[in-house]
Nanobody
Framework: QVQLDESGGGLVQAGGSLRLSCAAS????????MGWFRQAPGKERDFVAT????????YYTPSVKGRFTISRDKARNTVYLQISSLTPEATAVYYC???????????????????WGHGTQVTVSS
C-alpha cells in the first residue's frame, strides 16, 4: 500500500504560480511512476504530467509544457508540481497518483495508476 498526501493548493491571481507537493508513505519502494492529474468542475480527470521515480524522466500534456514542472525528491519521498503563468482555466482539484507496476513508460490514463491522493484545490482568479 502507498499513501499519498497532497498540499500546496490555494487561491492565486492569473499569471501567478504555486508549488504543489505530494508526500508518499508506505511501500514507496514499489513506485514506478508518480503522476499529476486535475479535474475541473463538471469535467473528467485529465492527465497533467508524470515522472519516472527512479531516473526522473518526465512527460507533460502539451497544454502545460513549458509552464508546469514536475520533479521529485527521492530522499523525502515527495513529488512536486510547479505551476506557473496560471489562467482561470487551470482552476481544478489537482491529484497526485502512484503507479506500482511495470508497463507504459509514461502512463497518461488514470486507470494505469494504483493509488491516489485526496486532491488539493487550485483556484485562479482573473
Amino acid at each position: 500500500q502507498v499513501q499519498l498526501d497532497e498540499s500546496g493548493g490555494g487561491l492565486v491571481q492569473a499569471g501567478g504560480s504555486l508549488r504543489l507537493s505530494c508526500a508518499a508513505s508506505g511501500r514507496t519502494s514499489s513506485i514506478y511512476n508518480m503522476g499529476w492529474f486535475r479535474q475541473a468542475p463538471g469535467k473528467e480527470r485529465d492527465f497533467v504530467a508524470t515522472i519516472i521515480w527512479n531516473d526522473g524522466s518526465t512527460y507533460y500534456t502539451p497544454s502545460v509544457k513549458g509552464r508546469f514542472t514536475i520533479s521529485r525528491d527521492k530522499a523525502r519521498n515527495t513529488v512536486y508540481l510547479q505551476i506557473s503563468s496560471l489562467t482561470p482555466e487551470a482552476t481544478a482539484v489537482y491529484y497526485c497518483a502512484a503507479k506500482t507496476s511495470r508497463g507504459n513508460r509514461y502512463p497518461m490514463a488514470a486507470r494505469e495508476y494504483d493509488y491516489w491522493g485526496h486532491g488539493t484545490q487550485v483556484t485562479v482568479s482573473s
